[in-house]
């Protein structure tokens, strides 16, 4: 009887399991296929991560919508459902054409839910609605264990793709790979299925059988939203405030899925652990990573990772502990999808539009501490939070709290360690309230706003700062210059003066782009036209001359604001105040033109330390010589601290028939009193004439030699991994 339930057990395990491992391959597998058709504007992304989160908001009410039926039946439809997803296999975006001047908001919704909505929707269902099934098959055991295996799969999928999947196969293979695994998964459903009960009673809506009353839907909700915005928060402050390494999202979301196995066991240790350290780490970490200190970067990514984990897993236990009898079981999904995907809103889309900075993070971070919960950490405090003496006592703390941030955040009164020894005393009195949820939330608050949270407030007011979907810019003003930054990364330095219009960081006279701007009237003449895909400050019209025509291509209205409207920046006004600017995806924004329509195209295109790999393929530098004229040169950025791109550009470049010259320019002295920085620049061009002509302008011009080894990118086949400098042993 045993070997009998494990074997049914091993079924539903399998089928679940695979379910959830090909739902974490379609999204970023769909996503690549997409983007060379739709480009990566904010609009698509945001219209991307809601169709497929209404997408999956549905998945799970079908399944909750199943359960008024005998599970028979309910295994009848959805085999139903499954055998017609089957039409939209493989997986592709077929002939669809977005139309030029399409909004997102309109056509991203329709491609996707055209190529995978069936799919998805189906695959999506099968979590809750399996777990369901094995309760009524296995006569009431507690099917809620079976969802550790849902998240394996999630996080098996979630470390395949960009690791395995993405760097082996063509994105049509990608495809037959996941049409083979569906064939599986809905064998192993039909498995499941032929192991129902056909005598089940019909389900009877009885009074102790109603829905949840409100309260434990919205509990539920919540606790679902806050791990959910946490890692999508976490994701955004380590990428833009911490250390921009390419692949680090795969990090929180990996820990975020695990917390799921963790959270959904019983356990009386594990469950006392929690409550009495999940506030202490909140209370420690939390305030220490808000403060963001750029010198201990990857200590505060690792403390940034550990601490959305205890959060996740805290919050998850309790939803565990909350879980309803196996008849309710898809209305709980259906309500912890709902809070998921609230959570992904309030952090993925609202945030960048309220805040200036990731003020989500330690707003979550507050809202984690109100709701995990708490035991005293000793006898003592657990009995005074117990006592009638609670409310007075916390009153006096929370006043305790708030005074001592007000003589912390004035350095006059504590002197050059103020909000150490601030911070010091509020975490004291945090120890203390762990045990109280709103003593507690008081210190808690204290100590995110004395650690960083201050200094966000000020730069906030100062009007310094500016967010968008990409990303937080902050404008800093010093004596001699004043630097834009992207998060970590910085994005321009304008200096003051007599200095304001010299090209400073990558762009010096002396680097590879300086040295071919500068022999651009000798090449082609006074009248020269010229392309920059990516505007920054606007650094690079220093090189303008009278009579050249000149167009910016700029994916972010925000940064266009910063260099042209708002002063910060001066460049443009003073050196090609008529240059044309081109807001939205370069890669689209240069389909539209004609042919020819430039001589010189400078690609410096980069996300704070990120590439976007759509502008790197073969067919977008195919693109590029088509506005390019016969004997025009391309001029592409290379300098980064996490990926070796020379081996993409020349696979691009011998694919295109181009031929190439390199120049790694270090600065000298001299060029670094005026903010020279290293560069990496690679000048491709079909013209032999055109390559000789800088290499006698500069003898740092080495000629651009391709790696055999190494395929370039396609958009059917493109990978991070192999560039990955970590993983490199050639001194790229």
């Not at 945090?430 to 008081?442: H, Q």
């Amino acid at each position: 009887m045993e070997a009998q339930g494990a074997a049914r057990r091993g079924w539903f395990v399998a089928a679940i399991l695979g379910s959830s491992f090909l739902l974490f391959l379609i999204q970023p597998m769909v996503a690549r296929m997409a983007l060379p058709r739709l480009g990566g504007a904010p609009a698509v992304w945001n219209s991307a991560m809601l169709v497929y989160q209404a997408l999956l908001l549905v998945g799970y009410g079908y399944a909750h919508w199943l359960g008024r039926f005998r599970v028979r039946t309910q295994a009848v439809i959805h085999m139903g459902l499954l055998a017609v997803a089957a039409l939209w296999l493989p997986i592709g975006l077929g002939s669809m054409q977005v139309p030029s001047g399409a909004q997102p908001a309109l056509w991203v919704p329709w491609l996707l839910v055209a190529a995978i909505g069936p799919l998805f929707l189906a695959i999506s269902a099968q979590a809750p609605l399996l777990q369901r099934w094995y309760a009524v098959s296995s006569h009431g055991r507690d099917p809620y264990a079976l969802y550790a295996a849902s998240n394996i799969g999630s996080f098996a999928g979630l470390l395949a793709y960009p690791l395995l999947v993405e760097p082996l196969l063509r994105l049509r293979s990608q495809s037959w790979l996941w049409t083979g695994g569906y064939a599986v998964v809905v064998l192993l459903v039909l498995a499941c299925a032929s192991r129902l009960p056909r005598d089940e009673a019909p389900p009877v809506r009885h009074a102790a059988d109603r829905a949840p009353i409100l309260r434990d839907w919205a509990q539920w909700i919540v606790l679902a939203l806050v791990p959910s915005g946490l890692m999508l928060a976490t994701t955004t402050f380590l990428t833009t405030d911490i250390v921009a390494v390419p692949l680090l999202w795969v990090l929180p979301l990996g820990l975020y899925l695990l917390s799921f196995p963790v959270a959904f066991r019983s356990s009386a240790l594990l469950d006392d652990l929690l409550q009495r350290c999940g506030p202490l780490v909140l209370l420690l970490f939390g305030a220490t990573l808000v403060a963001g200190d750029s010198r201990l970067a990857y200590f505060n990514a690792l403390i940034g990772l550990a601490l959305l984990f205890a959060v996740a897993v805290a919050c998850h236990a309790r939803l565990y502990a909350l879980r309803p009898p196996p008849e309710r079981l898809t209305g709980f999904y259906l309500a912890m999808a709902v809070g998921g995907a609230l959570g992904g809103v309030f952090a993925g889309l609202l945030a960048p539009v309220l805040f200036d900075w990731t003020y989500e993070y330690p707003l979550l971070i507050l809202a984690a501490g109100l709701l995990i919960p708490q035991r005293a950490l000793t006898g003592p405090t657990a009995r005074l939070w117990s006592s009638r003496w609670r409310v007075p006592v916390g009153l006096t703390l929370g006043v305790a709290v708030l005074a001592i941030v007000a003589i912390g955040v004035d350095p006059r009164l504590l002197g050059p360690m103020h909000v150490q020894l601030a911070f010091l005393a509020v975490a004291a009195i945090g120890l203390v309230a762990i045990g109280a949820r709103w003593p507690f939330a008081v210190a808690l608050a204290g100590g995110l706003f004395l650690f960083g949270g201050y200094n966000a407030l000020q730069t906030s007011l100062s009007g310094a700062r500016t967010r968008s979907y990409f990303g937080v810019y902050t404008v800093n003003d010093q004596p001699d210059e004043r630097r834009l930054a992207h998060g970590t990364t910085l994005h321009g330095v304008q200096l003051k003066g007599v200095r304001a219009t010299h090209p400073t960081t990558y762009y010096q006279a002396g680097s590879g782009v300086g040295q071919a701007m500068q022999a651009v009237p000798a090449l082609y003449g006074p009248a020269a036209r010229i392309g920059v895909v990516g505007l920054g400050t606007g650094t690079l019209a220093c090189y303008a001359r009278p009579g050249q025509h000149w167009r910016f291509f700029e994916i972010d209205p925000a940064v266009v604001h910063l260099a042209r409207d708002t002063g910060a920046f001066s460049f443009l006004r003073r050196c090609a105040p008529e240059a044309a600017i081109s807001v939205g995806d370069a890669r689209l924004r240069l389909s539209e033109l004609p042919g020819r329509s430039f001589d010189l195209l400078t690609l410096d295109a980069f996300s704070s330390d990120a590439v976007p790999m759509h502008l790197m393929t073969a067919e977008a530098f195919a693109s590029y010589a088509r506005v390019l004229a016969s004997d025009g040169v391309l001029l592409v950025h290379i300098s980064n601290r996490f990926l070796a791109l020379a081996p993409v550009v020349a696979g691009a470049a011998e694919a295109g028939d181009w031929k190439g010259l390199r120049m790694v320019h270090v600065p000298s002295a001299l060029e670094r009193q005026e903010e020279g920085t290293t560069s990496d620049w690679i000048a491709l061009s079909r013209s032999p004439r055109v390559l000789a002509a800088l290499r006698a302008r500069s003898a740092e011009w080495r000629p651009l030699i391709a790696e055999p080894s190494f395929t370039g990118w396609t958009d059917d086949h493109a990978s991070l991994v192999p560039v990955l400098r970590l993983l490199r042993t050639d001194g790229e």
